[in-house]
């Protein structure tokens, strides 16, 4: 770190384009260098920063804000996951002409009927479970009590439904109370909830083929896409997903599933029993966001925003000289 300005002024002069990343401080002194240097900036905005309250946290927000607007500003090229997330931004709206919608890389291991068999045998799956999968980490923002609280009225209607959380699920730095709060939750539930932990690559993929329905129902703009639902789509599983911008692009845009008021378990649960009444409706595998979101079609995509922003630098250039 402490070479990182020298070595960023040296590779600077050796490239045509530089592409930097955000919410990040030493950004703005990257794209200072480019400025100086005259190199074209293309910026990834993954998301909004927001730190909890208090005055240090507010400190580091407004520190990270001023260092994200001098890296935007100074950037010829704004990607973001989608458009949505964009207008919504507070921080993004402002520079939305020179914003360009590319979805995030995805990819998922292949699978066999073996692999699948293995998943089964591993976690217990019994022949008429109907399973609902969540992938995330056990957080506060991503929501996890609203589906607790909606499995009590999917059981009404769908009693063999049962949940498999994949993910990290204990001893989350920062998250020990609201762990503490879903124990009781989790516990009434007994055997329709299991913690499966993290997974392997190719079980994580038999996760979402073994599942009739994936969930994410996050709470807050530090979930700006969920990269998940695509990861499900890919294994043509449908998805809930909360109404939240950029969160709900992924199911309206291929409709793979369906689309809820946040924080709201009812209406999760009423969403998780129409699919499971009527699977075929939602499963598919000819998907819009599935096509455009792999990595050949994604850096496809940032070629050509590379291409833009050193036409446009070679333009000023001209123009000034």
Known sequence: ???MLVKSWQLAREVDVIHLH???LDAALIALIAWILGKPVVLTYHCDLQLPHGFIHRIANLVSNFSNHITARLASRIVHNTRDYAEHSPFLKNYLSKVEPIYP???VSSVTDSDR??????????????????????????????LTEALPLVLEHCPTARVLFVGPYRNIVGEEQYALHLAPLIEKLGAHWNFLGILSPVEMAAFFYESEVTVLPSINST???????????TCGTPVIASDLPGVRVPVLSSGMGLVVPVADATSLAKALIQILNNPADYR?????VVRLSTPENVAAAYEI?????RCEKNKQVAENS
């Open 1 to 3: 770190m402490p070479a």
């Open 22 to 24: 955000a919410p990040q």
């Open 105 to 107: 890389p995805v990819e």
């Open 117 to 146: 068999q293995a998943f089964r045998e591993k976690f217990g799956l019994q022949p008429g479970e109907r399973i609902i999968g969540m992938a995330a980490r056990l957080a506060t923002e991503k929501g996890v009590e609203y």
């Open 223 to 233: 979930e700006s896409y969920g990269l998940v639902q695509v990861e499900s789509m």
């Open 284 to 288: 598919g595998m000819n998907n819009p």
């Open 305 to 309: 925003e590379f291409e833009r922003a």
